[in-house]
């Protein structure tokens, strides 16, 4: 089972390019249709993304059901630890706000000298 499985089968509620904050408990709605430890670790990769991170973080934000209806308000709560959480990712590599910053890459040649 892999996350783009997962949206085929609930696109009201998944979506990759444009997710939305999830209903507490959602796993446990999908446990009734994946195996349980399957559904929370599935749960678990989407909501770490950082396209999740940033629609939980935004404000006003609200969440959804799997068949897209609204639940409730994200609470400031959850939305403070998502922009913490944005805040310590990493930088995606290849994106614009990591590229000027980054450090050249060291590669060996034949020779074993480091190049630049």
């Not at 979506?15 to 408990?25: F, I």
């Not at 446990?28 to 430890?37: C, R, S, W």
Request: glycine residues 6%; contains cysteine.
């Amino acid at each position: 089972m892999n996350l783009r499985r997962l949206v085929a089968n609930y696109p009201g509620a998944f979506d990759l390019e444009h997710p939305k904050p999830l209903a507490l408990g959602i796993h446990k709605q999908l446990a009734e249709t994946f195996k349980p430890g399957c559904a929370y670790r599935l749960v678990g990769c989407y909501t770490k993304r950082r396209k999740y991170l940033q629609a939980v973080a935004s404000p006003g934000s609200y969440r959804i059901n799997l068949d897209g209806s609204v639940a409730d308000p994200v609470s400031g709560e959850h939305a403070e630890y998502a922009l913490n959480r944005l805040q310590n990712k990493k930088p995606v590599v290849g994106t614009k706000s990591n590229v000027t910053s980054a450090r050249p890459i060291l590669t060996l040649n034949r020779r074993t000298e480091i190049v630049r």
